[in-house]
C-alpha cells in the first residue's frame, strides 16, 4: 500500500492535556499537506481550528473523553457544543460502568442520543477495548450496530493499552452491516498501520503516522 494511501486513512491527533494553540495548529497544517482524513482534537480547539481552517478539512473531537463516564446530557451537550463549534466528526467514549454491570440497554440508549445530536456528522464509539472481556467486545459490536453509529473504534490511547490486531479481526467478524472500524492507540509502524488496514480498520488514530512517513521518505532520498 502506498505511503499516501495510509494517510488517507489516518485521524491525525493531538489530545495531551498539555496541548497549546501552537501545537494543535502544527496539527493542522502537517494534517492538510499530507491530506489526512480528518484532524482529532481536543473540544475546546474546535472552534478556532474551524477558524483557521475553514472548509479545507474534517475536524475530529471527543466526547466523554477519556473515561466515558460523563452523564448522558452532559455527553449530549458535549456534542451540540462541538458540531455548532464547527465538528465534522465525533469521537465518544462510552460508560464502561454500564458495560460491566450488564446494562447494554443504557449503553445503547445513550449512544443513540449522542448519533441524534450528531444528526448528519460521523459518530465513532470508543469501547476501551484493553478494559474489556471477549464476550464483552463482542457485545459491544452488536450494541453499536444497533444503535446506529458509523464507527466503532478501538481505543482512546489513554488506558493500558491501545488497538491490537486481535481485535480488529474481533470487529470485523461481528460489527453488523454498514458498522466501519476505527483502530486508535499504540500504532507505532507503518507495517502496523497498513496491518490494520487490510484486517478491516477504515480509519487509524494516531499521532505518529504522518512522522513515520516522513522518516520513510528521508530514509531513501
Given at each position: 500500500m502506498k505511503r499516501e494511501e495510509i494517510l488517507s486513512y489516518v485521524d491525525h491527533t493531538q489530545l495531551a492535556q498539555t496541548a497549546g494553540w501552537d501545537s494543535i495548529r502544527n496539527l493542522c497544517e502537517e494534517a492538510m499537506s499530507s491530506q489526512t482524513?480528518?484532524?482529532?482534537?481536543?473540544?475546546?480547539?474546535?472552534k478556532p481550528v474551524k477558524e483557521y481552517v475553514g472548509e479545507r478539512m474534517a475536524i475530529c473531537?471527543?466526547?466523554?473523553?477519556?473515561?466515558?463516564?460523563?452523564?448522558?446530557?452532559?455527553k449530549v451537550f458535549e456534542t451540540e457544543q462541538a458540531i455548532k463549534d464547527g465538528a465534522d466528526e465525533i469521537d465518544m467514549v462510552i460508560?464502561?460502568?454500564?458495560?460491566?454491570?450488564?446494562?447494554?440497554d443504557l449503553t445503547e440508549q445513550e449512544i443513540r442520543k449522542v448519533k441524534a445530536a450528531c444528526g448528519e456528522k460521523l459518530l465513532k464509539v470508543i469501547i476501551e477495548t484493553c478494559l474489556l472481556t471477549r464476550e464483552e467486545k463482542?457485545?459491544?459490536?452488536?450494541?453499536?450496530?444497533?444503535a446506529g453509529a458509523d464507527y466503532i473504534k478501538t481505543s482512546t490511547g489513554f488506558s493500558v493499552a491501545g488497538a491490537t490486531f486481535e481485535d480488529v479481526e474481533l470487529f470485523a467478524e461481528h460489527v453488523g452491516e454498514g458498522v466501519k472500524i476505527k483502530a486508535a492507540g499504540g500504532i507505532t509502524s507503518l507495517a502496523d498501520a497498513e496491518r490494520f488496514l487490510e484486517l478491516g480498520a477504515k480509519r487509524l488514530g494516531s499521532s505518529r503516522v504522518i512522522r513515520l512517513?516522513?522518516?520513510?521518505?528521508?530514509k531513501e532520498s
Open positions: 482524513a480528518s484532524v482529532c482534537i481536543p473540544p475546546s480547539y474546535v473531537t471527543v466526547i466523554g473523553f477519556p473515561n466515558g463516564y460523563s452523564t448522558t446530557p452532559v460508560n464502561l460502568g454500564w458495560v460491566k454491570d450488564g446494562r447494554f463482542i457485545r459491544m459490536c452488536q450494541v453499536v450496530t444497533d512517513v516522513k522518516e520513510e521518505t528521508e
